[in-house]
């Protein structure tokens, strides 16, 4: 599971370097250096949907480790 979890780090970083070609086909240059912030903010939010549910798995089976279920 840990391992899986860890993989979280590269995912933000392809889909970060996905967006920004995309940016850049669909947008042009960026004058402000607004193309980071977006770019970064719909890596992480990409990344951290895909992960959540995994996360809630393991915190669950943590949680049934000390409580015994």
């Known amino acids: ?17 996905g ?3 995309v940016y850049d086909l669909l947008m042009g240059k960026s004058i402000l250096g607004e193309k980071d912030f977006i ?3 719909i890596s992480k ?8 549910p995994l996360t809630t798995i393991r915190t669950r089976a ?3 480790q000390f409580i015994g279920n």
Not at 1 to 17: I, R
């Open 62 to 64: 943590q949680q049934n």
């Open 45 to 52: 939010l990409i990344s951290t949907v895909i992960t959540y």
């Open 1 to 17: 599971m840990n391992l899986l979890l860890s993989l979280t780090g590269a995912l933000q970083m392809y889909v970060y370097e």
């Open 39 to 41: 770019c970064g903010s």
């Open 19 to 21: 967006s920004k070609i």
